[in-house]
């Protein structure tokens, strides 16, 4: 079934600004909003933000979602190492009645 | 504290079934759906399906209908996911998560298929 395209990678230097990008279409991301995740190598994923800005506890404030349209965006500022992670934007699709994942971005400190 | 923990890892044939718990504590069991995400080595997530514990309903993926087979028992709050007729590229790590929004994941189980 369709998922959700995210670019493959994105590197920008300690302390700088990325901008993580989720395109989907009118039946999830214009829809449902997305929530995004973090997973580092050999880890499950963890919940940085859901229904586009709502960050669970213990969420650094560094991140930050919003949507518009049919497109979904993840900022991180102030990039860390430990920011160094694949990234994934997630929705529920109301025509196939299932959640799809965007195709991952992976976040390289420099 | 939330906490979703599932069972060992797996080694079956082609053809065979596999069946993965899913026990969850910290929250009450019934009050959250349960998702299962599976992730092959080296490539993206893909979901699975879901169920709402509460009242034991599923949706599963197009891709896996008629494959798969989710469950829960309330009375020890675990969730379960069976996947039958296994191929070599159904191996992979296999995650329950907690809720529409993904907040809590399982450690993860390895399911391999080979001969």
């Known amino acids: 079934q369709a998922g959700l395209t995210q670019p493959p990678s994105v590197s920008k230097a300690l302390r700088q600004t990325a901008t993580l990008t989720c395109t989907g279409n009118s039946n999830n991301v214009g829809n449902q909003g997305a929530a995004w995740l973090q997973q580092h190598q050999g880890h499950p994923p963890k919940l940085l933000s859901y229904k586009n800005n709502n960050r669970p506890s213990g969420i650094s404030e560094r991140f930050s979602a919003s949507r518009s349209g049919n497109t979904a965006s993840l900022t991180i500022t102030g990039l860390q190492p430990e920011d160094e992670a694949d990234y994934y934007c997630?929705?529920?699709?109301?025509?196939?009645?299932?959640?799809?994942f965007g195709t991952g971005t992976k976040v390289t400190v420099l | 504290q939330v906490q979703l923990v599932q069972s060992g890892a797996e080694v079956k044939k082609p053809g065979a079934s596999v069946k993965v718990s899913c026990k969850a504590s910290g929250y009450t069991f019934t009050s959250y759906d349960i998702n299962w995400v599976r992730q092959a080595t080296g490539q993206g997530l893909e979901w699975v399906g879901w169920m709402s514990p509460n009242s034991g309903n599923t949706g599963y993926a197009q891709k896996f209908q008629g494959r798969v087979i989710i469950t829960r028992d309330t009375s020890i709050s675990t969730a379960s996911m069976e996947l039958s007729s296994l191929r070599s590229d159904d191996t992979a790590v296999y995650y329950c998560?907690?809720?529409?929004?993904?907040?809590?994941w399982g450690q993860g189980t390895l399911v391999t298929v080979s001969s």
């Open positions: 997630s929705a529920w699709d109301s025509s196939l009645s299932a959640h799809v």
């Open positions: 998560a907690r809720s529409n929004n993904f907040d809590y």
